[in-house]
């Protein structure tokens, strides 16, 4: 695909797996990863492809691609159990170079060839664990209302498998904020809480007008 529509607070256009309260809407590879370990095309499942080294990214930061397209780097992406099916030995040899994920902070299209440049942010980083970052959406709910598993773990950044771990996860990692996650099937309406502002990041962009999100 020589280009492709990304939405602000979305993903990108058409991608099925897009979701507006993800910290995971894009994953950005290094087009250095490819040339080292001599990959085949596509192996690592990105949404994007850049010729820089993606371990270099931090969590926060900015990236502009093009003209207007803006992404809020969240955290490095771990390899999977799917790429070590499709190459033996691969999540050892990527260690940390699996790439960067992201979500879009302004709409723009993206094209084959447009340049790349890196501007720090007041964003505060979301941590490579996950664990760490389950606790920091829960220190985000208001006192009084309640996460479900299932979206804590979208919010989070993790597989819906992982709501089988969440009560043991919480009981060990953050005792005094486990309370405020629960099954769905126990957790009212009027107590659900839909985690819509913890990606609303614009009042840490009050320096950066001109990279105001727009949306």
Known sequence: MDEA???????LQGDKYANPLSPRQLLIASSLTYRDLRLQ??????NLLIDFPT???SSGSLLQIGRTLVLWITF???PCKLLERRQPG???ALGGRRGVLARVLRSGTV???D???LRASAIPAMSDAWQDRVVQVLQHVPQGQVIDY????DLAGVAKSYCRAFPRALARHCPELAQRAQSGKVVSPEQRWGGVELFDKRAYLADLPDLWPDA
């Open 5 to 11: 529509r990304a939405s602000a607070g979305a993903g």
């Open 41 to 46: 095309a596509a192996l690592l499942r990105e």
């Open 55 to 57: 371990q270099e990214l």
């Open 76 to 78: 490095q992406c771990e």
């Open 90 to 92: 691969l999540v050892k």
């Open 111 to 113: 094209r084959v060839g």
């Open 115 to 117: 340049p790349v440049s």
């Open 150 to 153: 299932s979206l804590l773990a």
